[in-house]
């Protein structure tokens, strides 16, 4: 079955820094998405990460906050901006594939932590 | 908009008990439905999904889920559980055609050995 990769597995960061994460799959996909899973809570969509255009975000997330991109159909990498304590979350991408376009699939996550 | 509703916040069996968590959802059309576990430490992963056809759907490590259409519910069952089975289980819905996914809030699971 196909890898789907993230990085970096984990981060402390300062605030007000960013931090930029990486989702890497081994195959072609059709949709990207990235979720927070914020302590003790379960998945919220930020936004589906759509190929070489802007991507598309859920109510409460702003671009200018989680800048994404998507240059190819196996690549996705969610920027967190200006972070903040409340940032800290574990970001988990995921992915559909095109023999399955309903069911998506996640990588292992990114946990961050913001001091 | 969906929505989905896990009422069983914190679950704990002793092995070989027999499981089911509860899962409701809001959604006036047509649903795919999902349930993802999610290991101590580990990923998550997919359970089981049913899209349509036989409303019993079998998934993997003897888990079985069943969609009652009139009570908007997809219950996950397993007649005997096993300490290995300690983790974190989410249901999820999507339309047909929306890969969009709504998340309940899952349920945290423990077994006792």
């Known amino acids: 079955s196909a890898v789907i990769s993230q990085k970096p597995s984990r981060d402390i960061c300062q605030r007000g820094t960013s931090l930029t994460i990486q989702c890497q799959v081994d195959s072609q996909v059709t949709m990207m998405f990235w979720y927070r899973q914020q302590p003790g809570q379960s998945l919220t969509l930020i936004a589906t990460a759509n190929q070489g255009s802007e991507a598309t975000y859920e109510s409460g997330f702003v671009i200018d906050k989680f800048p994404i991109s998507r240059p190819n159909l196996t690549f996705s990498t969610l920027t967190v901006s200006n972070m903040s304590p409340e940032d800290s979350s574990i970001y988990l991408c995921?992915?559909?594939?095109?023999?399955?376009?309903?069911?998506?699939?996640f990588g292992p996550g990114t946990r961050l932590t913001v001091l | 908009a969906q929505s989905v509703s896990q009422h069983n916040h914190h679950v704990i069996l002793s092995e070989a008990a027999s499981l089911e968590l509860g899962c409701n959802y809001s959604?006036?059309?047509?649903?795919?439905l999902f349930w993802y576990v999610q290991y101590p430490g580990q990923h998550l992963q997919l359970l089981l999904k049913y899209f349509s056809g036989d409303p019993l759907v079998k998934g993997i490590k003897g888990f079985e889920a069943e969609f009652i259409k009139s009570k908007f519910s997809f219950n996950l069952r397993k007649p005997s559980v096993q300490w290995s089975d300690t983790a974190e289980y989410f249901c999820?819905?999507?339309?047909?055609?929306?890969?969009?996914?709504?998340f309940g809030t899952g349920t945290r699971l423990t077994i006792i050995p």
């Open positions: 995921s992915v559909t594939w095109f023999d399955s376009t309903d069911t998506q699939y």
């Open positions: 959604y006036g059309g047509t649903v795919n």
């Open positions: 999820a819905v999507n339309a047909p055609g929306n890969e969009k996914l709504t």
